[in-house]
DNA sequence: TGATTTGACATACGCTTCGTATGTGTCATT
DNA sequence: AATGACACATACGAAGCGTATGTCAAATCA
């Protein structure tokens, strides 16, 4: 069998305790995963843990910042299909409803990463979705689309509510609670707009 | 001295208790927090905790409550204040952000307690907070004054992106981020006014 | 190529903490 | 006055985290 140069089975270890640990999470809470069992399903020990991550909450915030990376790309990829940007923007801000109903996202990102790790606003990943989504308003403002706004404070404002709207959705059962989020939130975005807002615009 | 009555004393341990752990819980966090230590300070001892209520997370929840009604109680106050029902929503939104700037709310209701008890949506407290929204978003909606609206879809968004720039404003010493919110706030609140939004209605 | 050092893990240990099971004293009831 | 219930304290077991130490392969160098 082909030997493997060292750093990739470094690269390989560190992933397969991420991709342990992120199922753990997910399943059992941060608090209710346990370490010993999370790395001996990754067929390791916590010695291989304490040795990359230095504790518990390390190997947490290199989960966090993996999903939430994932999630940013994919807003705004989502949000980058659209030739009209605000309706990127829009369809940005639905794109992360609908990613927070991922279970794993849900108890990782948004219940456990906060109270372990702190206001998710510092952490590096979630500066990458706000940037995004200040990158988009602040060329909609030069546009002229919006208003002159706190473009800081309006995309905080915004991915928050975003990410509330997607706790809710994800805590009911109800299908339709999906759309009438959706709804709400275009409505309260359309807020920026510097014209007055027409209630079906497409 | 006068014998106090059975019951008196009930609630008395029961206050003591929530009091000790309202504080260590802000302290230390939710996990940090040792309920030794925690019964102790109150000169109690586990045995009192684990009787009135069942475990740790009781407990939490008991705090919880707690703070989670006094901040519904105030933010209504606040908006009851204004003869303008609009102003008032306003005014109950702007109160919600500047209570969450209380460090005992930040770490207690906004970061351990969706952790340890779940979607805060689903506390009774945080219903208590959502009806008053609503109540005051019906009323408008009525009036006329804003458009025809998901009321339980609005509240439920505009307390999150209330609850989220408070986080914002908690995290930064800067002092004029409380401004910027609010002001932030406020725009996005007015996508769901009737009228095309004036910049600066007062 | 053989010796040495570095680094990636495993093993062993102690400490803390939670939850429960059991004990004890005091207040109501009869 | 005796009994039962209740409010709490004490004692115990188990689990989990972090650290200190050990080990073996790989890289470096003479």
């Given at each position: 069998?082909a030997?493997?140069?060292?750093?990739?089975?470094?690269?390989?270890?560190r992933?397969?305790l991420?991709?342990?640990?992120?199922?753990?999470f997910?399943?059992?809470?941060?608090?209710?995963?346990?370490m010993?069992?999370?790395?001996?399903?990754?067929?390791l020990?916590?010695?291989?843990?304490?040795?990359?991550?230095?504790?518990?909450?390390?190997?947490?915030?290199?989960?966090?910042?993996?999903?939430?990376?994932?999630?940013?790309?994919?807003?705004?990829?989502?949000?980058?299909?659209?030739?009209n940007?605000?309706?990127?923007?829009?369809?940005?801000?639905?794109?992360y409803?609908?990613?927070?109903?991922?279970?794993?996202?849900?108890?990782?990102?948004?219940?456990?990463?906060?109270?372990?790790?702190?206001d998710?606003?510092?952490?590096?990943?979630?500066?990458?979705?706000?940037?995004a989504?200040?990158?988009?308003?602040?060329?909609l403002?030069?546009?002229?689309?919006v208003k002159?706004?706190d473009?800081e404070?309006?995309?905080?404002?915004?991915?928050?509510?975003?990410?509330?709207?997607?706790?809710?959705?994800?805590?009911?059962?109800?299908?339709?609670?999906?759309?009438?989020?959706?709804?709400?939130?275009?409505?309260?975005?359309?807020?920026?707009?510097a014209?007055a807002?027409?209630?079906?615009p497409?």
């Amino acid at each position: 069998m082909a030997r493997r140069r060292r750093a990739e089975m470094l690269e390989e270890t560190r992933a397969k305790l991420i991709d342990a640990a992120r199922a753990a999470f997910a399943e059992k809470g941060y608090a209710g995963a346990s370490m010993d069992e999370l790395t001996a399903r990754a067929g390791l020990t916590r010695g291989a843990l304490y040795h990359h991550f230095g504790d518990k909450r390390g190997l947490l915030a290199a989960v966090v910042d993996r999903l939430d990376s994932e999630m940013a790309a994919r807003a705004h990829e989502i949000g980058q299909r659209h030739a009209n940007a605000w309706e990127g923007l829009l369809a940005e801000g639905g794109a992360y409803i609908e990613l927070a109903r991922d279970p794993e996202i849900q108890r990782i990102v948004l219940l456990d990463g906060p109270a372990v790790l702190g206001d998710p606003s510092q952490w590096p990943s979630q500066n990458r979705c706000l940037l995004a989504t200040m990158t988009t308003l602040e060329a909609l403002s030069r546009e002229g689309v919006v208003k002159p706004v706190d473009v800081e404070a309006a995309a905080r404002l915004i991915n928050g509510a975003a990410l509330n709207a997607a706790l809710w959705v994800a805590a009911s059962d109800d299908a339709d609670v999906l759309d009438r989020a959706t709804d709400a939130f275009r409505q309260l975005a359309s807020g920026l707009l510097a014209l007055a807002p027409s209630t079906s615009p497409s």
